[in-house]
């Protein structure tokens, strides 16, 4: 959950300390640029991203021209501090250039969501709390192709349509299509939903002691005719940004009612969760629209939202969920442990699950602390009258060792990776569940006793 709107990261001033706050991590400034003391690694892949404030007019107005001014070298501070081996430099009057250098072509979409994350926590200025929020266009390629002309080039014409798209856009200049291009993927979309060529696909979720799948996650996939598989991550940031978002979720709600009532009439009348988007949580016609198909829909669908999914407008999103909740759809929160944890906003979701994101799991038997941190969140959930669902769940004693904490369903590739319908309706017939959860390994690394003390 994000945190409180009273509850912020300062900003850091011209000289690299907060106003009457602490200093950030040390910086060193070259040629006007702001780039960590580190050294970055040689690397196969250059990278240019441009970064621009958006609704910059709208927040210069409210602060001023010198505090706008201050505001954007006070961004590239914290990007700075909480990004290593990246040249950040402001540019113009509301943008930044952020260059870096990696080993692969994937690292740019990492880069990107590192950002994301990095400004999510609102900014104090002027003494108050203001959300700032980034649109990037950035691009990358080989070190001996990618000459400084083609970078700027490319990143500009990526920033453009990233602008008039809302979304984030990164490219590869090797390979265009690899980036899965959100401009035309945005073009293509609305005929995809029609054509047929959306189709989801199910993850089922087993209770640990009972040994019985309980409930499965819808998964939105999407077979292009020339792109062949892209999968959510490629299109969804994109189509939250636009209209398409919504059209999407409410074809998504209908194929799983018509799904579910097949399962249920087969023998297994277990509910389906579907994703559903932060946008569409403060948007009251979505709502309605969704209620009217749940209820005429007469199947059992629950949804599934994210930590950061109330920040945009918490006070609609929770209302919404309550609507929701209401007329008898089950909610869990989604990855929570992955983004800024909140007991203030936890408390307040009437939801009856949480799923702790897989970050945590995968590391169980491996790492001190992520075990205390698992059986903690489990406690607590418990205690708020919520069942825990572990995502990430890939080794038999990774699921043992949560049969022992008390978490009550697991979810993963250990039980089953997400399957199309037919596919899945085999997978409950045969019970295949069973044979991965039939003999857990019981030894863990390190015995109970440690990781209950640290």
């Not at 060529?197 to 209770?207: A, H």
């Not at 037919?422 to 030894?443: C, D, G, I, N």
Request: net charge negative.
């Amino acid at each position: 959950m994000a945190r409180a709107d009273s509850e912020h990261i300062p900003l850091v001033g011209p000289s690299g300390h907060g106003r009457g706050q602490r200093p950030l991590s040390p910086v060193a400034v070259r040629d006007g640029s702001i780039s960590a003391c580190a050294g970055a690694p040689s690397a196969g892949y250059r990278f240019l991203f441009l970064a621009e404030i958006e609704d910059f007019a709208a927040l210069r107005r409210q602060i001023g021209v010198v505090g706008a001014g201050v505001a954007l070298t006070d961004i590239a501070a914290r990007l700075n501090a909480m990004i290593a081996d990246s040249r950040i430099t402001p540019v113009g009057r509301s943008g930044l250039e952020i260059k870096f250098e990696r080993d692969s072509a994937t690292a740019g979409n990492a880069m990107a969501e590192r950002i994301r994350a990095a400004m999510v926590q609102p900014f104090d200025l002027n003494g108050e709390s203001y959300r700032v929020t980034l649109r990037i266009g950035g691009v990358g390629g080989r070190v001996r192709e990618a000459d400084e002309v083609r970078l700027i080039e490319a990143a500009e014409l990526a920033l453009v349509d990233g602008q008039q798209i809302g979304a984030d856009v990164v490219r590869d200049l090797n390979d265009p299509a690899a980036g899965h291009d959100p401009v035309q993927l945005m073009r293509d979309l609305p005929g995809a939903i029609e054509d047929g060529q959306i189709f989801l696909q199910y993850q089922p979720k087993v209770r640990v002691r009972q040994q019985c799948v309980a409930s499965a996650e819808a998964l939105v996939r999407w077979r292009h005719p020339t792109r062949g598989l892209v999968l959510p991550g490629d299109f969804i940031e994109a189509a939250e940004r636009s209209n398409v978002i919504g059209a999407l979720t409410l074809w998504t709600i209908r194929r799983v009612i018509a799904d579910q009532r097949m399962l249920a009439a087969a023998g297994y009348d277990i509910p389906i969760f579907i994703n559903m988007s932060g946008v569409l949580l403060s948007d009251p016609g979505f709502v309605r629209e969704a209620c009217r198909l749940v209820r005429e829909g007469d199947a059992r669908v629950g949804f599934e939202i994210t930590e950061t999914a109330v920040i945009r407008d918490p006070e609609s999103a929770i209302a919404n969920l309550r609507t929701f909740s209401e007329i008898g759809v089950p909610l869990a929160i989604d990855d929570y442990g992955a983004g800024l944890s909140s007991l203030a906003y936890l408390k307040r979701l009437p939801a009856s699950e949480l799923k702790i994101d897989k970050l945590f799991v995968t590391q169980l038997t491996s790492s001190n602390r992520d075990p205390l941190i698992v059986r903690s969140t489990i406690d607590l959930a418990h205690a708020l009258d919520m069942e825990v669902t572990a995502e990430g769940v890939e080794t038999p004693a990774a699921l043992a060792l949560l049969g022992v904490m008390g978490c009550d369903m697991v979810q993963g590739y250990l039980i089953s990776r997400p399957i199309e319908f037919a596919a899945f309706r085999t997978f409950l017939l045969e019970e295949r569940h069973l044979a991965a959860m039939a003999s857990p390994r019981l030894s863990f690394l390190r015995n109970e006793g440690q990781w209950k003390t640290g």
